[in-house]
């Protein structure tokens, strides 16, 4: 490591405490529950956005206890809305977890065992909760210190990953720094100054040390080459409407899109759907595009009165007893639920 680079933690240091984030709901924590709840609420998700959650799962799961002992699908009814469901199930089975060995382990290594847990936001909570010297490596703090170091390498192999890791540790502060500071300043300087797209270099606390600044080579930084394969689906839901108002629901099987939560039937064609109406008159509604990461995902609404036509497995689910259910953001829309 250049001796040049033990300026960066101290450079990063003072830049957090005088223009870094304080204000955000889990600033300054340092009980694992809340660090952790908003790791996982931050991964793939805007902080506008996780803002409310995090403050709806609290008042309603205080602690990992509360969270630990409630049904899973309350814990996705709650989480309803913020996407990637997978994160609800660990969120849920993590819980469950740290009660069964009697609370939170100390460090990273200890943490990454846990559901869910992968290894930057293991080191997120050491560091902020337990001052663990080690540094997180998510996707903002990859461009940032791809940026800073020149990392030439291809970061969609774990190999150069892995490298970059043990650079990242190498700038960490000295023993007795202030790791949860330091912490926060990487993620700050990541969602701030050093952004995807036109970084503000002239802002930047560490430009001075930057190489891909001084050679010219902000835009080319980091190297990725795999690129996400998106799709297109297509699909017809139905909207089967008792006399009193309910509506019919089926919950999703536990793995893949929208895993465990509770929506229309779905079918693959409007064959299909006529098919499973028996003749009922459709009403159909605005089709959906639902954006996924990998996914485009067009859904065709139709609505009909149930007369006594086969259901698929499911429940009637009447309107005052949706809120108990998890539904996914596009339904909740469409019952004009969101
Ligand atoms: Fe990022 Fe620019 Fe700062 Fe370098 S100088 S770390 S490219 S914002």
């Keep these: 490591m250049p001796e040049a680079l033990k300026a960066f933690a101290p450079l990063l240091l003072d830049w957090q ?33 996780v803002r409310a959650y995090y403050r709806r799962f609290l008042e309603r799961f205080g602690s990992v206890e509360a969270l630990a002992a409630a049904s899973l699908d309350e814990v996705l009814a709650l989480w309803a809305g913020l996407g990637y469901y997978s994160r609800a199930r660990n969120l849920h089975a993590c819980a469950q977890a740290v009660v069964q060995r009697g609370g939170w382990p100390c460090s990273s290594a200890e943490l990454e065992a846990l559901p869910g847990i992968g290894r930057s936001t293991a080191c997120a909570i050491a560091a902020f909760c337990f001052g663990e010297r080690r540094s997180i490596l998510d996707g903002n703090v990859r461009r940032v210190l791809a940026r800073l170091l020149a990392f030439e390498e291809d970061l969609a192999s774990s190999a150069a990953q892995r490298r970059l890791w043990s650079l990242a540790d190498a700038l960490v502060p000295e023993q007795g720094g202030d790791m949860p500071a ?40 980091p190297r990725a080459s795999r690129k996400l394969k998106r799709s297109r689906r297509e699909n017809w839901w139905l909207w089967w409407q008792r ?67 086969p259901l698929p497995e499911g429940r009637w689910v009447v309107a005052e007893e949706l809120v108990q259910y998890g539904l996914p953001a596009p339904l909740k829309k469409l019952l004009d639920l969101a």
Excluded: F, K
């Excluded at 600033?27 to 529950?33: F, K, L, N, V």
């Excluded at 926060?184 to 952004?195: E, I, K, N």
């Excluded at 229309?264 to 996924?292: C, D, F, K, T, V």
């Design 17 to 49: 405490r005088r223009a870094g984030r304080h204000e955000l709901p889990w600033s300054g924590s340092r009980d694992p529950y809340r660090v952790w709840l908003s790791e996982i609420m931050l991964q793939q998700t805007q902080v506008a956005t």
């Design 182 to 221: 330091y912490t926060q300043g990487l993620m700050d300087l990541g969602a701030l100054v050093c952004t995807p797209r036109q970084p503000r270099c002239e802002a930047c606390p560490v430009q001075p040390l930057c190489a891909a600044q001084a050679q010219g080579r902000v835009a080319e930084l």
């Design 243 to 309: 006399a009193d108002g309910a509506l019919w629901l089926q919950q999703r099987p536990p793995r893949g899109v929208w895993a465990g939560l509770w929506t229309l039937p779905l079918y693959n064609s409007e064959a299909e759907l006529q098919q499973a109406g028996q003749g009922a008159a459709m009403e159909p509604l605005p089709r959906i595009e639902h954006a996924l990461t990998h996914l485009d995902w067009v859904l065709h609404p139709r609505r009909a009165a149930w007369q006594g036509a």
